[in-house]
């Protein structure tokens, strides 16, 4: 069974920075391939940014050059730095894990004040 735990969200203001992380139990972490995924009020979960097994990365249009995603495969963690903050990235932000199925996390709240 795979659990993730994340962690980092917060408050801050616009231009400012955050650091996600998200914790996996199991051991399927190394093979599985991974992503941050957002919801913000009314509005349907978006993707954010994925990393594959390998390390490749895709970013949604909208965080290209701002978001940054990593992943610890020793340490079971993946992490998403954000920078130079919009109140548009406001939401909670989920982390997910797929494998021979798909995983979620819990969510984290991410507000970005104006």
């Known amino acids: 069974q795979v659990q993730l735990v994340e962690s980092g969200g917060g408050l801050v203001q616009a231009g400012g920075s955050l650091r996600l992380s998200c914790a996996a139990s199991?051991?399927?972490?190394?093979?599985?391939?991974m992503g941050w995924y957002r919801q913000a009020p009314g509005k349907q979960r978006e993707m954010v940014a994925t990393?594959?097994?390998?390390?490749?990365?895709n970013y949604a249009d909208s965080v290209k050059g701002r978001f940054t995603i990593s992943r610890d495969n020793a340490k079971k963690t993946m992490y998403l730095q954000m920078n130079t903050l919009k109140p548009d990235d406001t939401g909670v932000y989920y982390c997910n894990l797929v494998f021979f199925g798909t995983y979620w996390g819990q969510g984290t709240q991410v507000t970005v004040s104006s």
């Open positions: 199991g051991s399927i972490f190394s093979s599985a391939a």
């Open positions: 990393i594959s097994n390998s390390g490749s990365t």
